[in-house]
Protein backbone atom coordinates (compact mmCIF):
# COMPACT_ATOMS: atom_id res chain seq x y z
CA UNK A 1 0.00 0.00 0.00
CA UNK A 2 1.38 3.84 -0.79
CA UNK A 3 2.53 5.80 1.86
CA UNK A 4 -0.69 8.33 2.11
CA UNK A 5 0.45 12.32 3.78
CA UNK A 6 -2.22 14.44 5.09
CA UNK A 7 -3.03 17.72 3.26
CA UNK A 8 -5.88 18.83 4.78
CA UNK A 9 -8.93 18.88 6.92
CA UNK A 10 -9.31 14.69 7.01
CA UNK A 11 -7.72 14.17 3.46
CA UNK A 12 -4.96 12.25 2.34
CA UNK A 13 -3.34 11.88 -0.75
CA UNK A 14 -0.71 9.05 -2.09
CA UNK A 15 3.08 10.30 -1.36
CA UNK A 16 4.40 9.40 -4.50
CA UNK A 17 0.82 11.66 -5.98
CA UNK A 18 1.90 14.98 -3.97
CA UNK A 19 5.33 14.44 -4.52
CA UNK A 20 5.02 15.00 -8.10
CA UNK A 21 2.42 17.62 -7.33
CA UNK A 22 -0.76 16.47 -8.58
CA UNK A 23 -4.25 16.33 -7.52
CA UNK A 24 -6.22 13.35 -6.92
CA UNK A 25 -7.99 14.60 -10.51
CA UNK A 26 -4.50 15.06 -11.94
CA UNK A 27 -3.67 11.51 -11.49
CA UNK A 28 -7.30 10.57 -12.70
CA UNK A 29 -7.09 12.31 -15.97
CA UNK A 30 -3.95 11.45 -17.49
CA UNK A 31 -5.78 7.70 -17.92
CA UNK A 32 -8.78 9.73 -20.14
CA UNK A 33 -8.52 8.54 -23.68
CA UNK A 34 -7.19 11.43 -26.12
CA UNK A 35 -9.87 10.75 -28.41
CA UNK A 36 -13.10 10.19 -27.97
CA UNK A 37 -15.84 8.77 -30.83
CA UNK A 38 -19.22 10.38 -30.22
CA UNK A 39 -20.70 8.07 -32.41
CA UNK A 40 -19.14 5.15 -30.17
CA UNK A 41 -20.80 6.64 -27.45
CA UNK A 42 -24.26 6.73 -28.69
CA UNK A 43 -24.31 3.59 -29.73
CA UNK A 44 -22.83 1.75 -26.91
CA UNK A 45 -25.33 3.83 -24.41
CA UNK A 46 -28.63 3.46 -26.80
CA UNK A 47 -27.22 -0.26 -27.15
CA UNK A 48 -27.11 -1.19 -23.28
CA UNK A 49 -30.25 0.64 -22.55
CA UNK A 50 -31.79 -0.84 -25.54
CA UNK A 51 -31.74 -4.36 -24.69
CA UNK A 52 -32.82 -3.92 -21.15
CA UNK A 53 -29.27 -4.27 -19.24
CA UNK A 54 -29.22 -0.86 -18.11
CA UNK A 55 -31.80 1.85 -16.71
CA UNK A 56 -31.20 4.96 -18.67
CA UNK A 57 -28.92 6.71 -16.01
CA UNK A 58 -26.42 3.29 -15.87
CA UNK A 59 -26.26 3.10 -19.36
CA UNK A 60 -24.91 6.54 -19.86
CA UNK A 61 -22.18 6.16 -16.59
CA UNK A 62 -21.14 3.13 -18.74
CA UNK A 63 -20.79 4.74 -22.35
CA UNK A 64 -18.45 7.37 -20.62
CA UNK A 65 -16.68 4.80 -18.18
CA UNK A 66 -16.23 2.77 -21.67
CA UNK A 67 -15.59 5.22 -24.45
CA UNK A 68 -14.08 8.69 -22.47
CA UNK A 69 -12.76 7.42 -18.69
CA UNK A 70 -12.05 3.56 -18.46
CA UNK A 71 -10.43 4.03 -14.85
CA UNK A 72 -13.21 5.20 -13.58
CA UNK A 73 -14.36 2.56 -11.03
CA UNK A 74 -17.37 0.36 -12.64
CA UNK A 75 -19.01 0.47 -8.92
CA UNK A 76 -19.98 4.00 -10.74
CA UNK A 77 -22.98 2.47 -12.59
CA UNK A 78 -24.73 0.94 -9.79
CA UNK A 79 -24.73 4.23 -7.70
CA UNK A 80 -26.87 6.30 -10.17
CA UNK A 81 -29.85 2.73 -10.00
CA UNK A 82 -31.57 5.24 -7.69
CA UNK A 83 -31.93 7.97 -10.37
CA UNK A 84 -33.95 5.92 -13.06
CA UNK A 85 -37.37 6.52 -14.21
CA UNK A 86 -37.20 10.00 -13.01
CA UNK A 87 -35.08 9.47 -9.67
CA UNK A 88 -36.38 7.22 -7.35
CA UNK A 89 -39.63 6.31 -9.77
CA UNK A 90 -41.18 9.72 -9.23
CA UNK A 91 -40.69 10.63 -12.79
CA UNK A 92 -39.57 14.36 -11.99
CA UNK A 93 -36.15 15.10 -13.36
CA UNK A 94 -35.36 12.70 -16.62
CA UNK A 95 -32.27 10.62 -15.32
CA UNK A 96 -30.49 11.16 -17.89
CA UNK A 97 -29.87 14.71 -16.83
CA UNK A 98 -29.00 13.44 -13.65
CA UNK A 99 -26.66 10.46 -14.86
CA UNK A 100 -24.56 13.44 -17.30
CA UNK A 101 -24.44 15.75 -13.97
CA UNK A 102 -23.13 13.00 -12.04
CA UNK A 103 -20.47 12.08 -14.36
CA UNK A 104 -19.46 15.88 -14.65
CA UNK A 105 -18.72 15.88 -10.76
CA UNK A 106 -17.33 13.12 -10.81
CA UNK A 107 -14.75 14.46 -13.61
CA UNK A 108 -14.61 18.00 -12.70
CA UNK A 109 -15.50 18.14 -9.08
CA UNK A 110 -13.94 19.14 -6.03
CA UNK A 111 -11.84 16.39 -4.65
CA UNK A 112 -11.02 18.32 -1.11
CA UNK A 113 -13.62 19.56 1.27
CA UNK A 114 -13.85 23.27 0.71
CA UNK A 115 -16.87 25.96 0.12
CA UNK A 116 -19.31 25.87 -2.66
CA UNK A 117 -17.19 29.45 -4.11
CA UNK A 118 -14.15 26.97 -4.52
CA UNK A 119 -13.26 26.84 -8.41
CA UNK A 120 -14.25 23.25 -8.75
CA UNK A 121 -17.37 23.69 -7.56
CA UNK A 122 -18.52 26.91 -9.76
CA UNK A 123 -17.03 24.96 -12.48
CA UNK A 124 -19.46 21.71 -11.89
CA UNK A 125 -21.98 24.11 -11.25
CA UNK A 126 -21.37 25.32 -14.50
CA UNK A 127 -20.92 22.61 -16.62
CA UNK A 128 -24.17 20.74 -14.69
CA UNK A 129 -26.46 24.45 -15.61
CA UNK A 130 -25.25 23.75 -19.74
CA UNK A 131 -26.22 19.99 -19.55
CA UNK A 132 -30.01 21.29 -17.88
CA UNK A 133 -30.24 24.29 -20.50
CA UNK A 134 -29.28 22.22 -23.25
CA UNK A 135 -31.22 20.01 -22.44
CA UNK A 136 -34.53 21.82 -21.80
CA UNK A 137 -33.69 23.87 -25.40
CA UNK A 138 -33.94 20.21 -27.44
CA UNK A 139 -36.68 18.98 -24.94
CA UNK A 140 -38.58 21.89 -24.07
CA UNK A 141 -39.09 20.08 -20.36
CA UNK A 142 -37.37 17.94 -18.39
CA UNK A 143 -40.02 16.31 -16.46
CA UNK A 144 -39.64 12.45 -16.56
CA UNK A 145 -43.68 12.04 -16.65
CA UNK A 146 -43.79 14.60 -19.64
CA UNK A 147 -41.25 13.40 -21.84
CA UNK A 148 -42.56 9.75 -21.41
CA UNK A 149 -46.13 10.24 -21.60
CA UNK A 150 -47.88 7.36 -23.46
CA UNK A 151 -45.19 4.82 -22.49
CA UNK A 152 -46.47 1.98 -20.54
CA UNK A 153 -44.03 1.35 -17.51
CA UNK A 154 -40.99 -1.10 -18.68
CA UNK A 155 -41.08 0.00 -21.65
CA UNK A 156 -38.28 1.59 -23.59
CA UNK A 157 -39.59 4.22 -26.00
CA UNK A 158 -37.87 5.36 -29.18
CA UNK A 159 -38.10 8.80 -27.09
CA UNK A 160 -35.91 7.73 -24.13
CA UNK A 161 -33.38 5.75 -26.45
CA UNK A 162 -32.37 9.11 -28.40
CA UNK A 163 -32.57 10.62 -24.78
CA UNK A 164 -29.89 8.54 -23.40
CA UNK A 165 -27.91 8.62 -27.00
CA UNK A 166 -28.55 12.54 -26.45
CA UNK A 167 -26.52 12.98 -23.07
CA UNK A 168 -24.00 10.60 -23.33
CA UNK A 169 -22.72 12.29 -26.64
CA UNK A 170 -23.56 15.77 -24.63
CA UNK A 171 -21.76 14.61 -21.76
CA UNK A 172 -18.55 13.62 -23.72
CA UNK A 173 -18.52 16.34 -25.89
CA UNK A 174 -18.34 18.60 -22.82
CA UNK A 175 -15.58 16.48 -20.91
CA UNK A 176 -13.64 16.50 -24.42
CA UNK A 177 -14.13 20.04 -24.91
CA UNK A 178 -12.82 21.10 -21.08
CA UNK A 179 -9.92 18.62 -20.93
CA UNK A 180 -9.02 19.33 -24.80
CA UNK A 181 -9.51 16.09 -26.18
CA UNK A 182 -9.53 14.94 -29.85
CA UNK A 183 -13.85 14.58 -30.81
CA UNK A 184 -13.97 11.90 -33.88
CA UNK A 185 -17.85 11.87 -34.97
Do not use: W
Request: with cysteine; proline share 3%; net charge neutral.
Amino acid sequence: MADLVKIGYNVNVRLDVFRQGLTLRDERMRNVKKEITMDQVRQDAEAIYSSGELSCSEAIVHSIIKNVDPTMPEVLIPTVSGFSVGVGGTQCMCSTVSAAVFCLGYVFGRTFPTTITDPESLKTLELSLEVQEDFRANNKVSCCKILRKGVKEGERSEKCIGLVGDMAVKTASIIARELKLKVVA
